[in-house]
């Protein structure tokens, strides 16, 4: 399984990017996806999650109204859509997937994942 995540940069607070994680190796439609973040001297946490059949997502509070994620099974892609960026947005983005039975599952935790990719970086200046 391979994850590979682009669409990171530098943004203006107040602007916008979008995330882009392309998986291979699996049954895409057979996994929930996640995006999570790790900010310098912080530990990673999470953002976003969006379960096989994309019918269900959750959201950090924080991120709530700002972050949309949602995914193409027929490109085996997960996006994540940020708006009104702020500085405390900056971060490594890195997408996660796990297998799941349930069509609608998702998960928020780091030890539900079971494939990382290697991060895409976000800075927002001020």
């Known amino acids: 399984v391979q994850l590979v995540e682009s669409g990171g940069g530098l943004v203006q607070a107040g602007g916008s990017l979008r995330l882009s994680c392309a998986a291979s190796?699996?049954?895409?439609?057979?996994?929930?996806m996640a995006w999570f973040r790790q900010a310098p001297g912080k530990e990673r946490e999470f953002a976003a999650a969006v379960s096989r059949d994309g019918t269900t997502t959750n959201y950090a509070d924080s991120r709530k109204g700002r972050f949309t994620i949602s995914r193409d099974n027929a490109k085996s892609t997960v996006y994540l859509e940020m708006t009104s960026l702020k500085p405390e947005d900056t971060a490594n983005y890195y997408c996660?997937?796990?297998?799941?039975?349930?069509?609608?599952?998702?998960?928020?935790?780091?030890?539900?994942?079971?494939?990382w990719g290697q991060g895409t970086q976000v800075t927002v200046s001020s």
């Open positions: 996660a997937t796990v297998e799941t039975f349930s069509r609608t599952a998702y998960y928020t935790r780091e030890q539900d994942y079971a494939y």
């Open positions: 190796g699996l049954s895409f439609s057979r996994y929930a």
